[in-house]
């Protein structure tokens, strides 16, 4: 039986002594006593790299006991008792515990066993260097945990900790370096299941009479662990077990389509399984943690967090059903196979300080890549690869905010800026490079030897470069330097010049597409396209500023030529002229992938190809493609420059052969994938009455085009693209679809977004001035979804009001959203205007904050890059 919030709080002391884990309550001491010492780090905001320093030279054998009090209601606070013990030299200085919250959360503090006056400032809880001493100290803590990211809903909870948000929850020294032991006590509803980084203990039990309504959850302590893996999960969950290769694991989920659940749970475990196994094999070092659990959470922040013992995931990543596509299959299979990977690179051996971060990450999707290669039948490592990581890491190195992989980095309260697709998508690129430059072998051998040396520990990049460069020939420190430490992408041209005697040679030169004189040493190739049909292929050593290359075929003149044919190399490549008319003629879809990506690139950069040419380039290609992922970059890309790089009136009077031509080509498509694709980009270029007619049919009567799978997701989709068209149902779309939607946790997403999509201005005035309010910034993944269509292309004249409040915003939303929220925020604010008053308004902005956060800077010129050069594109005919 359910039981009020005064009950437990009276038994809190009472469960507290039961329990015997956690520090002895005490009254509330009735005033905060600062204090001053002399020679001590400063105490500031955040965790700056000096006191993170200074505490790891002093501080060693960590471990947290913690318990949280979990009431009923969402809406109250979460008591909370902690003792942490440590072993300290340097006793004659005071320390800092990290704690972002108000000073009131923080009731008693006791330090080796007396009683001591708080002293708290600038998010800080200073124990005195006369509490302190050499060898085992005990802290002992009763405070209210913080509420920011402990992602509270009604019926169930998770923590999200990642980069420094351990601090927001409860006391801690919050740093990578620091590794601890937590050992993890939870009182929570009984209708509720919980599961944290350590094993659960054999006793859990309800307190009868003492907390009625609750049940304990003891869990063992855990492994040694940095503190933003510290991890729980708690509520409403339905667990499944399941053993695979000697290895019981367990999922928590909220799922309820029968589909999804029959069709994915299988999976799910499978591909954990597997990527255990590749990865146990390529590293040589065994599982190195207690257990492998996870959670399946609705819209999650991010794809995934590779808390040990209780990976999270988005839960609409997981759980897929029959209309999936190939695309979200091998999504999935990444997503699955790149936290897995962080059980090794980034859990196992950690960062030392957070200006590393890409490397855990790069070594995640590099090894994800090569899991899926292996895990899922059917996948083309090579082209998933090309498709996946540069049209992502391009979209940020060509913009003037671009940023290197490994970035300086003063405070961990900056940290969240560091994240983004230069550390997920170009840094996978550079590690391939490197690879190939080195060897797999040599290559593999120096990450197991890196990854033995440092295991449970915490190591630099420069750490694991001299452990390469040991391997190598090559000169990795000045390699480094390039792909590493500086932002940016080469420009490559090319002449043909005959040769003395018969034949010609292939001059190709680099240069960087900044001012700078910059060199990316780099392995790529060039395919030779004959008027016969032949071809031959060409690596290119380009360790130098112009190389030349010998035409294989002697005297005879190519047809066309590709360069990076294999998509390995970076940076934009030259256009033959011809390329354009012979992309059928490339047999391999990785050559096609790269072709288009190449000519992507040039037309935003203004050279060789205009948008309106490539948009009929990419017209005449999309029937003859066949290759599932390739359709999917065509129709994104097609889709973009139809949206983003012509004007109104040209994108009306193209309309109608559009809309035809992608409805042909879906119908004439074999595969129900592709089929899908083309679909999904005919139902996002629809304007004209008779398309948006034929969609409304659809999804109306719940009836697929033939061969074509919608889903329950697809036909929400369906609803929110005819309702931005304010397409004019008897009963409103939304109204309609929400009585539709079985699943609470989807039901509630649509609640959030439909003000969004209201015909009525006024409406979506009152929702854009509600996320001014933190609270209605909660589920990160609704607020963008719902920003995206409130700045459609087709709302931008009345939306472009939105964009100086919402620049405005972006600092609180930095302090108070998480890691991917800021630059979310932009791009789905940013991307879809053209015209020179949004680029102006971004423009003014940063003029009139000069001294702006350089971090964020960046963010907002690489999100509006879309605005800038669509402002410059479409000034040409």
Known sequence: MKYSITARRTSLGLLVGLLGCTAKLAAPLPQVIPQATTGAVAVVPGVSQELAQDRSKRISRLAYDLFLDIPWKKADPIRATETIRFHLTDENQHLQLDF??????????????????????????????????????????????GNQSLNRNDDFLYTLLVPDRARTVFPVFDQPDLKASFKLTLNIPNEWVALANAPQDSINY????????????FFAPSDTIST???????????PVKQTLNGRTMQLLHRETDPSKLRLSLGPIFQIHADALTFLQDYTGIPYPFRKFDFVALPDFQYGGMEHVGAIDYKASTLFLDEGATQDQLLARSNLIAHETAHMWFGDLVTMQWFNDVWMKEVFANFMADKITQVAVPGSSYDLKFVVDHYPAAYGVDRTAGANPIRQELANLKDAGSLYGNIIYHKAPIMMRQLERLMGETA????????????????ATWPDLIRILDARTPADLQAWNQVWVNQPGRPVFDYQLQPKEGRGLDLVITQRAEDTSDRLWPQLFEVLFVYPDGRTKEVTVNMSQRQVVVPQPAGNVAPAFI???????????????????????RLQSPVARAAAYINLYENMLNGRSITPRQLLDVYRRALPQEKEELNI?????????????????????????????ELWQAMQQNPAPNAKKLLFKAYQSVALTQEAQTRLYQIWQVQQAPTGVKLTEDDYTSLALALAVRDYPAPTPLLTQQLQRIKNPDRRQRLEFMRPALAADKATRDAFFAGLREEKNREKEAWVVAALAYLHHPLRVAES???????????EEIQ??????????????????????????????????????????????????????????????P
């Open 562 to 584: 590709l360069f990076n044919s294999t998509g390995l190399g970076y940076g934009i490549f030259p256009l033959d002229k011809q390329l354009t008319t012979g992309l059928s």
């Open 632 to 660: 999917k970059l065509l129709t994104g890309q097609l889709t973009d420059i139809y949206w983003k790089l012509l004007k109104p009136a040209r994108r009306l009077a193209l309309a109608p052969v559009l809309e035809q």
């Open 228 to 238: 933003y893996l510290f991890s729980f999960a708690a509520g409403k969950f339905t």
């Open 100 to 145: 972002k919250e108000q000073a009131d959360h923080l009731k008693s503090l006791r330090v080796n066993g007396k009683p001591t006056a708080i002293d708290f400032r600038a998010e800080h809880l200073v124990v005195p260097a006369t509490s302190l001493k050499a060898g085992l100290n005990e802290v002992q803590i009763e405070f209210t945990a």
């Open 815 to 876: 302090q108070t959203g998480d890691i991917f929220f800021p630059y979310s925020w932009l791009q789905a604010t940013l991307s879809s205007y053209q015209t020179p008053t949004a680029a102006r308004t971004v423009r003014e902005f940063l003029a009139a904050h000069p001294s702006y956060n350089p971090k964020l800077r960046a963010k907002i010129l690489q999100a509006a890059d879309d605005v800038f050069r669509a402002e410059k594109l479409l000034q040409t």
């Open 206 to 217: 309800e307190l009868s009479g003492v907390l009625p309504g609750s049940n304990l959850y």
């Open 443 to 458: 290559f593999r051998d120096g990450l197991r030897e890196y990854l033995k040396t440092y295991a449970f520990g915490n």
């Open 800 to 810: 472009e009001q939105y964009l100086p409040a919402s620049l405005a915003l972006l």
